[in-house]
């Protein structure tokens, strides 16, 4: 596992490299607030068949900020443009969750022949305003600061906030989280301007989401409904529904064996 830079739209993004090169590329996509190494309990698992890669997002992990306010859907999905277009690695799967996942459905729905096939796991199509409104609030809020690494570890919190990961995963996850200030205190490396939303709200577009397609409900989620789930992955032409037991909203921390084992059988017929 390395880290590795790619160019984006002027910005340089960070990317977790968990190998396979020379493979067809395979590309996870965290939710909102998290960052690449979200994945790091089911990308190695990949690499017998495809060069897999996770993204910080703009404004996310190690990757650099904006000036201006510039993190709404239209953003993120012309990164991933400019990134397909330009990495010469080939067409990609992508794998997203959550907001990742929103961001997938929506670039699928505009560039599927660009793309091998998607996933999108436990991500709404539509986007309710009240929690558009609730994210927003968020980023008005300062972050919290610690006086040691150990100490923000120990605060590290997700939101939603159940979860039946193992205290080893999340002290995993949050190892990567946090930064060093030049005051010698630790806070989040997120920029929280990130939680001021402009989702794409995609109605009839996921029809046009052509390429092989999977959404992945997770069980314990409330939100989408497994009948939103159904009505969404009707809409998809090649649309296929899995889900996932013994999950929160965080699926790759709570259940990483059963996503891998949903998304291994999903890509094995994909080349």
């Known amino acids: 596992m390395t880290e590795r830079k790619f160019l984006v ?5 960070n ?30 698992h990949f690499t017998d068949r495809f060069h897999a890669l996770a993204i910080d997002l703009r404004g996310h992990g190690d990757s650099e900020w904006t000036e201006e306010w510039e993190y709404g859907t239209r ?33 699928a729905s505009r560039y599927p022949e660009k793309l091998r096939a998607m996933v999108a796991i ?47 995963v999340l002290r995993h996850a949050a190892s990567h989280t946090f930064r060093k200030t030049p005051e010698g205190e630790w806070m989040h490396k997120l920029d929280r301007r990130t939680t001021i939303r402009e989702p ?22 409330p939100f989408p409904t497994l009948e939103q789930t159904q009505k969404m992955v009707a809409m998809m032409p090649h649309g296929k529904l ?9 699926a790759m921390f709570d259940n990483p064996a059963g996503l891998t084992a949903i998304l291994k059988e999903f890509l094995r017929d994909i080349s």
């Open 122 to 168: 436990d991500s709404p199509s539509d986007y309710p305003t009240n929690a558009v409104d609730f994210l927003r609030g968020i980023s008005e809020r300062p972050g919290k600061r610690f006086k040691s690494l150990e100490e923000a570890i120990a605060n590290f919190r997700m939101l939603p906030r159940e979860t039946l990961a193992r205290p080893e």
């Open 9 to 13: 739209n002027g910005l340089t993004l």
């Open 242 to 250: 899995a889900v996932l037991p013994d999950s929160y909203h965080h």
């Open 200 to 221: 794409i709200n995609l109605g009839g577009d996921l029809a046009n989401i052509t390429c092989p397609a999977l959404y992945v409900k997770v069980l314990k989620s």
């Open 15 to 44: 990317f977790v490299d968990y190998g396979g090169e020379g493979k067809p590329p395979l590309l996870f996509i965290h939710g909102g607030s998290a960052h690449g190494h979200w994945w790091d309990f089911i990308g190695p």
């Open 75 to 107: 953003h993120y999905i012309a990164d991933l443009d400019d990134l397909i277009e330009n990495w010469g690695l080939g067409a990609p799967v992508l794998v997203g969750h959550s907001m990742g996942g929103h961001n997938v459905m929506v670039y």
